[in-house]
């Protein structure tokens, strides 16, 4: 079967995967501060003002309504909580947390009822809920608004994590998250949301723990997350140049993790780069690193290098900033200390 | 308002069980057979079996950290209880959440609930669905008068309010945040009258009186069930117990602890019933024997029920998950 | 002010449970929150300071409405606790007021509704009250601002007013020979079964209405009488008999809810007759709220009395006082 495939925004793909769900599923509704915007006033009541605050989920009230597309007052708390609510006793609720930073006023909702519940009640319960949120530096928009911050919700038990980096991969991991009877935590990197892909039409699944292959090659494994992905193919092509040969894994699920898809590129290459945004400590880097020296030991010729963010917050001066995202010049130094 | 025969047995039934259960669990708990740490409900039955007399298991209800009692009154299987608090496989949590998180989701039983406040957000959802869904099913939201300051309640009130959620909000004040008082905690210590500020009803009701507390809940599910939004009921009473198990309650003198006994809700409710002939003193008794014997069979059951395999400890965290990576690596 | 006697002495008790019943849920009654009660306190204090009043006895509650209300305040006021226990019941105020009028205390204000009113006018004999209107009915109590009351109470109280009390009358309820409550408005006879939520509001559960006096205005049961009877300022009250019959009345039967109700008959009610209740069994609501359920007690009796309490009207009271120079000095 031929399906057509458009060139559409990693936004329009993410904008379409929540269509298509919630055409064929009357149980999938959205709700955020914004994700219709203008609610009750009159003449923007049909199609909404913002459709969140980039524009993500715009027109999608225009199709499903104001039951089905929810905009919440700014209370994080009260909405994701009720988001696991109403996912324990029949919904499968899109949340969004506008930034992820915002997750300090509603974590307890998060890790401490919807990662939990179906543990604590023995397995009783499902929460097939998805909180779809904005990760990542690039925006001037500083300390509270620019974080990646997935390694906290992989680290959590009952959580799931992905992270795509291209509009393909968004629609399948968004579509495949929402399908999932578990609470997923969707990393939506900011500053990918204008970068273009081919897309097909329809709906398909990318599934959910599973690594890809971006760039196929044979010196060095680059391991990258979301943005940071886009950061590594281009050190890759710079390296082409000088003749090494890089494979780049897009991670695309932080929890559960593709473990094999890792260790398989490392035992090709037997060298070894993680490229993350996020901050280093105890990050999903590091677990990658850990993984790396405990199960990939063999095939490494050479130590696991990371380039990561620094362990600092977010700056926002644009020289302050630049400095904090890893760049392809890291990429390329870590390298080429290995290979 | 009118209550069936049937339920009036009901309610006494339920509320019996609950002392009884609590009661048990004491005894257990100080003779040590009991891990980790309870909450008892004993003298607050009242609220928990005048609420849920007016729901189905189609219902939900959260609760709180103290949430035996909103367990049974949701008619949670108490051998399934009693195993669950001794940490068996046979628990109705298969051991994995004990009293604290106590749940039964095809009862409609949402969880005990570990964090104060962390119940409000959840039962707003319960209420969404119902709503989405376009069924008359209602959600109550239980918490305590800690839990009336905490933020997520305020969000929970004022979500419920905008989206005109089916959502019944019951306070059970019951005087103490663990040992602070009410009149310390609370800036305007009437969480009833918080309800204007959600523009919602707000009704103060005497938690000892199932009666009242039946009444003004039917009343305040009804109208839920009418889609008319949700409603802040605040239930005053009284925990017998400390705020855990083994808390000496040094915070209360025992004049305030007599006095309560004499509002206990169960002899209030007895006391009613039979100076109006409508339960026998027989039909009682009776209930309080089969009552004492299911007691005595959950415990005899949670006893002699195995414990879970340790591996137990690896599964229910995900519905789908690659069971290498929920286990130790090495 | 002119010159006043010493060492006078008022009470207050604010319900702090009033304006929060059922019927903010079955009918549209506002909550009356705690902390305006405060400020009502606050401004009563304050006129009571500026007539000269020495010493307020005030029942404690778990809100502390009237320390709340002291605190900050510079007046020369000297506050006490009434001294009888606590339990933050309905008790608590009768307690209160037992104590008030076996002391010598000149008046008590009073904060609540009927309800409130009711309890306290069980206990407070003579004393006269200066009640202020903040329960959910209140046809007893007055609307008016805490500084005119509390300077009147306070004017009362230093014997700066003349005569300015009434003597309103009162419903008791006899069972078997003895007085056993009152009412301050209306007696309803019920047949719900329990006493539940208290507050009354269905009525096609009444089958008698006994009302004390014909009062214009009124919420709550005794608008039917009123709505049939119309005011009269002759001291009688009235009886309604529902159920079948041709004549429908439209009354308001709480805030926000007006309901038509079925009449079967009605009469007046003179000062000083009374009636018998024979339905068994019956729950007797008092000025709006069920209390007593009589299973079947040989014979109950509803009787107007004239021996309800005194009270003082603020608005009233002020006037006379001004009439008198009370609020008039040389500089």
Redesign the interface.
Known sequence: MVVATRVLSYRQAINEALRLEMRRDPTVILMGEDVAGGATVEHIEQEGAWGGPLGVTKSLVSEFGRQRVLDTPISEAGFIGAAVGAAVTGLRPVAELMFVDFFGVCMDQIFNQGAKLRYMFGGKAKVPMVIRTMIGAGFGAAGQHSGCHYSVFAHMPGLKAVAPATPYDAKGLLIAAIRDDDPVMFFEHKMLYDVTGEVPEGDYIVPLGKADIKRQGSDVTIVAISRMVHVALQAAERLAVEGIDAEVVDLRTLSPLDEDTVLSSLAKTRRMVVVDEDNPRCSVAADIAALAVDKGFDYLDAPVKLVTAPHTPVPFSPPLEQFYIPSPERVIAAVREIV | ???PRERLLWIYERMALIRAFEDRVAQLFAAGKLPGFVHLYAGEEAIAVGVCAHLTDRDFITSTHRGHGHCIAKGVDVKAMMAELYGKATGVCKGKGGSMHIADVDKGMLGANGIVGGGPPIACGAGLTAKTLGTDHVAVCFFGDGAAEQGTTHEAMNLAAIWKLPVVFVCENNLYAESTP??YHCA???I??R??AYDM?????DGT?V??V???AG??IA?ARRSEGP?LL?CRAFRYYGHFQGDAATYRTAEEEA?YRQRDPIQRFRQ?VL????LSEDELDAIDASVKRAIDEAVEFAETSPYPPPEECLTDVYVSYPAEQLAFRH | MTESKTGASVGIIAN??AG???R???ALA??????EKVRIVRRILSGLAASGVERVWYLRD???IVERAAAGLMLALDLRPIPVPC?FTASDSERAATWLAEHDVACIVTLGGDGTNRVVARRCGTLPLVPIATGTNNVFPFFVDGTIAGLAAGLLATGQLGDCLERVPRLEVWIDGTLVDIALIDVAVSR???????AIWDPTTIELIVVARLLPGVIGLAAVPAALIGHTDEQHGAVVELGTGTLQVTAPLAPGLVRAVTVRSWRTLPLGTSLRIDRR?CTLALDGEREL?V?RAAEIRVRLSADGPFVLDPRRAVRAAAQRGCFLSEQ
């Open positions: 308002m009118d209550i009410w009149t305007a210590p009437d009833a009258s309800a204007a009803p707000g009704v103060l009701v009186d009666f009242a039946y009444e003004a009343e305040a109208r409603t605040e006095s009613t100076s109006q002939g409508l | 702090p449970a929060k019943d059922v903010r849920l079955v506002s909550p009356f929150d705690n902390q778990s809100f502390g339990e719900e079964r329990f006493i539940g939520s208290r069994p359920h299973e």
